[in-house]
Antibody
């Protein structure tokens, strides 16, 4: 079964950093880009960036440049998203999502269940 | 503010047909990039509903259909059911940054 399993909820203080993990199973981890998308409470989806697990190359949304770092560990088929200098505006559910080219023409076809990150003093 | 524009809400009675629009620009949808639609039911992660403008993944009922024309796209849902109630998002790509996805603001579908 193809799935992405994310780490559990986090509560952080303003100014701190958070690192969320996304473990892939049921497919070749290095064969698909993984993207990170967040959703603030009651709001829409916001693209943060992507990582190519085959090589580790990344692209980040301009809004998060300098504050986000996406990495991966191919030995355990896991991707990570670290966000620093947290503020209350970063309170959101963070999703990882796989992008499938070919038949699915670059659709986000598999999504993780989401990780709630709360930033509060 | 989202790059793609969707109506905040739509509603319909069971069995009726509703459509959700998604308006982009000549830089994204109008530049030939595909449009995708996702369904997000309350408390769950988004789920792929339509890819490549008009194609349904296996398991998605044919009550759901997508189309694209110029700088806009539409999602149509026929034979509305109570279980369709939730949020719907369109998505495309922005060529200004490699691999950069753009989303609509989302549309809340209410089944009356």
């Amino acid at each position: 079964q193809v799935q992405l399993v994310q780490s559990g909820a986090e509560v952080e203080k303003p100014g701190a950093s958070v690192k969320v993990s996304c473990k892939a199973s049921g497919y070749s981890f290095t064969g698909y880009y993984l993207h990170w998308v967040r959703q603030a409470p009651g709001q829409g989806l916001e693209w943060m960036g992507r990582i190519n697990p085959n090589g580790g190359g990344t692209n980040y949304a301009h809004k998060f440049q300098g504050r986000v770092t996406m990495t991966r560990d191919t030995s355990i088929s896991t991707a990570y998203m670290e966000l620093s200098s947290l503020t209350s505006d970063d309170t959101a559910i963070y999703y990882c999502a796989r992008v499938s080219s070919g038949w699915y023409r670059d659709a986000f076809d598999i999504w993780g269940h989401g990780t709630m990150v709360t930033v509060s003093s | 503010q989202s790059v793609l524009t969707q109506p905040p809400s739509v509603s319909g009675a069971p069995g009726q047909r509703v459509t959700i629009s998604c308006t982009g620009s000549s830089s994204d949808i109008g530049a030939g990039y595909d449009v995708y639609w996702y369904q997000q039911l309350p408390g769950t992660a988004p789920k792929l509903l339509i890819f490549g403008n008009s194609h349904r993944p296996s398991g998605v009922p044919d009550r759901f259909s997508g189309s694209k024309s110029g700088t806009s796209a539409s999602l149509a849902i026929t034979g509305l059911q109570a279980e369709d109630e939730g949020d719907y998002y369109c998505q495309s790509y922005d060529p200004s940054l490699s691999g950069s996805a753009v989303f609509g603001g989302g549309t809340k579908l209410t089944v009356l």
